[in-house]
């Protein structure tokens, strides 16, 4: 048996994950972690009624022992400070928060060698994501002009979206550097090319109904490829989760990519 700790718990992705982990037969849920929470046990929530594992609001109140896994699903804020702890303390890390800097993940690696502790940071748990970041790459090798569309629910605080921006460095593995557009283009209003990731530009959408999506757009002379993916639904996540609680503690580095674990 597994034993997870799910930091972020009363948010969106954190809530579907605890569900999760108490449904799957090889994990127990040892404690849930979030500052918003105020009760002392989970089943104090109608919907966790009679799973009355600890809940934690404070970091420092988490043993080392407590949990073999940590499943991170917090704020572009905490999350660094999160997983830095979880090392620290021997717990392999699973991380879906986005927002980390490259900073950020290199010193977590670092860490995580110097401790030899596995531990797997994924921008994106869907494999319909999966698969399309790695459908771009491949494309990007014969329409080196593409920019990225990212459509997410209005509640995000993070843009671009790290998967947005992991499909923009995944393809910046194949492509020659290169700015795009004409060069002598202006824009009238601020912001309408969007972000630019070593030249290919990044458009945020935050719709309320949305979920998350992303299109990949390609244009070559006389043709263009798109390739899209949607996420309607959170549980859409879990079973790329799964597999990462599952499989993280085999490695003895922090990986980042569900691809590299699958
Ligand atoms: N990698 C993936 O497949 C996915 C990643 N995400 C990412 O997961 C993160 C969370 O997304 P949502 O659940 O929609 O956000 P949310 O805002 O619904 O939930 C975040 C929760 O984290 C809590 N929190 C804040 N600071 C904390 C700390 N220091 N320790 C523990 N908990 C803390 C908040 O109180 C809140 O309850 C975002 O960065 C989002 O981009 C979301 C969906 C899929
Ligand atoms: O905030 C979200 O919802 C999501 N965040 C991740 C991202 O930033 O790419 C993954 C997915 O897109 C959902």
Redesign the pocket.
């Given at each position: 048996m597994k034993k997870v700790i799910v930091?972020?718990?009363?948010?969106?992705?954190?809530?579907t994950a605890s569900h999760m982990v108490i449904d799957h037969k090889d994990f127990e849920l040892v404690g849930v972690?979030?500052?918003?929470a105020t009760e002392k046990t989970l089943g104090e929530n109608l919907e966790f009624k009679g799973i009355d594992v600890p809940v934690y609001s404070k970091?420092a109140d988490i043993a080392s022992s407590t949990a073999d896994v940590w499943i991170?699903?917090?704020?572009?804020?905490?999350?660094y400070?999160?997983v830095k702890f979880a090392i620290e303390n021997g717990i392999s890390p699973v991380?879906?928060?986005?927002?980390m800097t490259d900073e950020q993940v290199n010193e977590l690696q670092k860490l995580a060698k110097a401790k030899k502790i596995g531990g797997l940071i994924?921008?994106?748990?869907?494999i319909s994501?999966v698969l399309l970041m790695q459908f771009a790459q491949q494309a990007a090798k014969y329409f080196p002009n593409v920019e990225i569309i990212e459509m997410h629910?209005d509640?995000?605080?993070?843009a671009p979206?790290?998967?947005a921006i992991n499909t923009a460095k995944l393809i910046a593995e194949v492509r020659a550097p290169k700015q795009q557009g004409n060069p002598q283009e202006k824009e009238t209003l601020a912001g309408a090319r969007g972000a630019n990731y070593e030249g290919m530009h990044i458009h945020s959408v935050r719709l309320p109904g949305y979920v998350?999506h992303e299109q990949v757009l390609f244009g070559s002379e006389g043709e263009a490829l798109t390739i899209r993916q949607d996420?309607f639904d959170?549980s859409s996540?879990m079973s790329?989760?799964a597999v990462a609680v599952a499989k993280v503690q085999d490695y003895d580095e922090l990986l980042v990519g569900l691809e590299h674990i699958l």
């Open positions: 930091a972020g718990f009363k948010g969106r992705m954190g809530n972690f979030d500052p918003r970091v991170d699903f917090t704020s572009p804020t905490s999350v400070e999160n991380v879906g928060t986005t927002g994924a921008p994106n748990f869907g994501a629910h509640n995000k605080l993070d979206s790290g998967t998350a996420s959170r996540f790329g989760v």
